[in-house]
Structure formats: C-alpha cells, structure tokens
C-alpha cells in the first residue's frame, strides 16, 4: 500500500526525559519541546498520523548503557511510537545517536539559532539528518 507524502516531521530523543522537534516541511516551521514519558506518550498518539514521518533515536542496550542505568523508558517509547506510527501506516526511522551528533554538532546548531535544552538538541539533530537523508538540503545550505 502506498502511503501520502509526510507533511510533517516528529523527531524524537526519547527517555525519561524525551525531547521531540516538530517540523512542517514545506514551510520548515520547527517547534520543539521536551516532557516526562507519559505525557509525550500522549502527544506522540495525538500528533502521529499518516501525513506525518516519525523519526527516533535508536537506544541500544550495552554493557555501557546497563552500568549507566537500567531505566526502560527509551525503550518503551521506541514501542509505543512505533505502534502509533503503524497503526497510522506512516513512515518510521530509526538513527543511530552517533549519526546524528556527527552530523550536527552543537556549535553548527547554534549557526542555525538552535539551542534548546540537550534532549531537544539531540531530537533537531534528528529531524535535521532526516531531512538530509530525504534530500533537503535547506538546512545544510544555511550551514555553508
């Protein structure tokens, strides 16, 4: 089944503390934001539907990660976004968090007058490499 082109972008940081940037394509009006689990639970099911492309960090569980904490939070929004997201039939895109940070880093965010708090940092990173990935280049152009 063919799904319609995205209008929007949710990119997304999760954790207990999920940060999420909000695009709209054509325009690329960005709002960003971050709150606790449930309630982003709930914005994510309000706001994904089939004009909107989600895109989330992968969390990755590591002999590292397990030392740092043992919190499921990531994990469980990864589920839930993923369910919204097929129960929407939409496109969902997973990143690797290194992926992101290398390719926008926080003095290159600041060119773009971007510098919310670490969460939202990291879900703009996201929106932005998607965008790069999908062929906009608006973002990297005003970065040259």
């Known amino acids: 089944m063919n799904q319609p082109p995205a209008h929007y972008i949710f990119a997304i940081d999760p ?5 999420w940037a909000w695009c709209k394509i054509d325009t690329l009006d960005i709002e960003t934001g971050h709150e606790d689990q449930m309630p982003f639970c709930q914005r994510a099911q309000d706001w994904i539907s089939d004009d ?3 895109v989330i960090e992968r969390y990755t569980i590591t002999e590292r ?5 043992r919190q499921s939070a990531s994990l469980e929004i990864i589920g839930a976004c993923r369910y919204f997201a097929w129960e929407s039939r939409t496109t969902f895109t997973m990143q690797l968090p290194v992926e992101a940070k290398s390719f926008l880093p926080n003095n290159q965010l600041k060119k773009l007058m971007w510098s919310p708090n670490d969460h939202e940092r990291d879900a703009l990173r996201h929106l932005f490499l998607y965008l790069v990935k999908t062929g906009d280049t608006r973002i990297t152009d ?3």
């Open 15 to 19: 954790g207990v503390t999920t940060g």
């Open 52 to 54: 909107v492309a989600v």
């Open 65 to 69: 990660t397990i030392k740092l904490s």
């Open 142 to 144: 005003q970065l040259l």
